[in-house]
């Protein structure tokens, strides 16, 4: 099996020549343990009025623990469709999806949401905060709803809060903040119950420039400090500067991926 995943995570590769056999340096490591989730063959057929559309087209991509990497292609080309069914918010047409070693396209609805809570963090453009919450609430719902004890939950609310700059705004409603600040506080609840995938897409589309700046800072340095892995979809080039990877979709094909090799975790 993880022959199999690693051979798809070098299909793109294919695509600027790199051969087949130098797969990564990280597979002479044993890296087949370090696979966070995978993609073999996926594709995505929306249909709506009687017309299909194939949003993700035999998509094959393989994440590692503690990648950093920027999905990125035009509106359109199949970024958060692919993000989607990654996460398990959709399913996919046709494919194989693993994801902290399940295979998600045989899951029930109830054990895609114990994992969704247990291993995934999300992170939207537009925050998707609660807002009749405060800043600490927001941070602490996820981890309420896994049953973490009361003093685990408040050590990790608040080692988080400490993480985003946010401890002096716990008590603030998140209505009360600016943007830049409400990206915070998602990102702090989409780690806390230390998710071992992060998908973000486009975190910093409804942010100024400098705001998406110090946000993608901040993911970059908890992608260190939690070893987590991220994927980030954006239309935005300058995203692509904070990545370790790159991965570049056009028409819902996975047209290049580039830097897996140069990553060998220790
Ligand atoms: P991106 O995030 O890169 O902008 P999307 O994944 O949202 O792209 O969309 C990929 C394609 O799938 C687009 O042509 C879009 O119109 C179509 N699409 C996305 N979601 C749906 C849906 N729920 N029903 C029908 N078509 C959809
Ligand atoms: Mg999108």
Not at 97 to 108: K, L
Not at 167 to 190: E, F, N, P
Not at 197 to 223: F, Q, Y
């Amino acid at each position: 099996m993880a022959r199999s995943l690693i051979a798809g995570s070098s299909q793109a590769g294919l695509s600027r020549g790199r051969p087949l056999a130098a797969t990564s340096s990280r597979e002479s490591v044993g890296m087949e343990s370090q696979i966070i989730a995978s993609l073999v063959g996926v594709d995505k057929v929306y249909e709506s009025d009687g017309v299909k559309l194939k949003a993700l087209d035999d998509v094959s991509l393989t994440l590692y623990r503690r990648d950093f990497a920027v999905l990125v292609g035009a509106s359109g080309s199949g970024k958060s469709t692919l993000l989607n069914v990654l996460g398990t918010l959709d399913r996919p047409t046709r494919g194989e999806i693993r994801v902290a070693g399940v295979d998600v396209t045989t899951q029930s609805d109830n054990a895609l949401s114990r994992l969704r809570l247990a291993s995934l963090g999300f992170i939207f453009q537009s925050f998707n905060l609660v807002d009749v919450l405060t800043v600490y609430e927001n941070i602490e719902y996820p981890l309420i709803i896994a049953g973490a004890g009361p003093a685990a939950a408040r050590e990790r609310v608040q080692w988080l809060m400490e993480q985003v700059g946010l401890t002096a705004h716990r008590s603030h409603r998140v209505t009360h903040l600016s943007g830049g600040q409400r990206q915070r506080v998602a990102i702090a609840r989409a780690l806390a119950n230390s998710p071992a995938l992060v998908l973000a897409d486009e975190p910093t589309a409804a942010l100024d420039s400098k705001t998406g700046e110090t946000i993608l800072e901040l993911l970059n340095r908890l992608n260190e400090s939690e070893q987590a892995t991220f994927l980030i979809a954006s239309h935005d080039q300058k995203v692509m500067s904070h990545a370790k990877r790159t991965i570049k979709i056009a028409d819902g094909t996975v047209t290049e991926s580039c830097g897996e090799e140069a990553y060998v975790y220790p």
